[in-house]
């Protein structure tokens, strides 16, 4: 500001809710990932959950950055 007398404000609230889902959706695998190293089992079922968060994830990714181009 000093050299070029501008004042940039950015808004971050669409990154803050994409991180905000992302995190939650990352908390979500990780109780997953815990009750497999807890029971030493894991399921198809678990696989399939675990496939559809990441995938749930690189959606939200997906369209943020769309939303920027």
Excluded at 38 to 44: L, R, S
């Amino acid at each position: 500001m000093l050299i070029d007398g501008y004042i940039i404000k950015v808004d971050y609230t669409e990154q803050k809710k994409l991180a905000a889902a992302v995190s939650r959706v990352s908390a979500n695998i990780n109780q997953i990932c815990r009750r497999i190293n807890q029971t030493d089992h894991f399921y198809a079922e678990d696989v399939a959950e675990l496939k559809a968060k990441q995938k749930e994830i690189w959606e939200l990714l997906k369209q943020a950055q769309q939303a920027e181009l």
